[in-house]
């Protein structure tokens, strides 16, 4: 069966070869060539996004179940996710897939894939409990435990200081995971007998520059002589905060504890070179579990409402062993 994956197309373009797409009757959907699948992914703002956007595009080339992948990449925009899902709609695709850049805002065009009678499945980020009933099942990390993670770790690397100053660089404003790791995290601090202050805490929107610029404003309003931790939601904004440290002459992973979460190989790397001391994995590679929940769904079968994906921890003696591993 030829397979068609239409990668990387921006939405607009993407659905004009619609009649091209179909996976069988005129009725649009899969018919009994395979199932037609929407994805309207968040974009490429990180290596996590890329390995997540290359596994679910690689299980559905490889699934004999699945007819096309029609893929958006939304550039971390949401009304190009909303447009996205819209398109879909019009096409009549078997099963909509959403990763949603942000939690709010996506009732009215879920209701409008429910009323066309379009299943949607949530992929990586989760969206506000009032929508809940709008899509069958997510798949994806427990957002909040990996918070926990972090601050577990924290609470013991710290247990000897009179308080701890701390730094936070949040992911994209409004996202499940920047909400549910912030939350995870201080569910554990506000939890233990532990004196901290959040000296400062922004977003760097879960991007290299994000991180880097933040981390700069962070550096000229403070200083770093009170700052013992610096807490990333994500790989890219650790990583550019690495470069400010550096560039202001001080030592990430030395002076300032640095943990980030997602688990790339720069990531690694950069904690075997000493540069930071903790990482909480946050898997990506999801696609074979993904297109295995689209069959079931688009069949009408049970599932569960929530299938978390596996992910660890680690810290720096682990980093050299673990760093060959990395899938991304
Ligand atoms: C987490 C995912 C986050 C990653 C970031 O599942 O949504 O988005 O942690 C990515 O790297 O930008």
Known sequence: MLKKTLAGIATGALLLGAAACGGGDDEGGGG??????????????????????????????????????????????????????????????????LAPVVETGWTDVLTDAEQAGIPVILADRGIEEADEDLYVTRIGSDFVEEGRKAGTWTVEEFAENETTGILQLEGTVGSAPANDREAGFFEILDGEDFSYELVDSQSGDFTAEGGKAVMETFISTHGLEDIDLLYAHNDEMGLGAIQAIEEAGYEPGTDIQIIIVDGSKAGFQAGVDGKLNYIVECNPVFGDQLMDLVVQVADGADVEKFTPVVEDAFGVDEFEAELPNRQF
């Not at 037609?36 to 990180?46: M, P």
Request: charged residues 25%.
């Open 32 to 97: 009994s060539d395979g199932l037609v699948v929407g994805f309207a992914q968040v974009g490429a703002e990180s290596a996590w996004r890329t390995a997540n956007s290359d596994s679910v595009r690689d299980s559905a080339d490889a699934d004999d179940r699945i007819a096309d992948l029609q893929f958006v990449d939304a550039q971390q925009q949401q009304e190009k996710q909303i447009e996205a899902i819209r398109n879909f709609i019009t096409q009549k695709v078997d099963v909509i897939v």
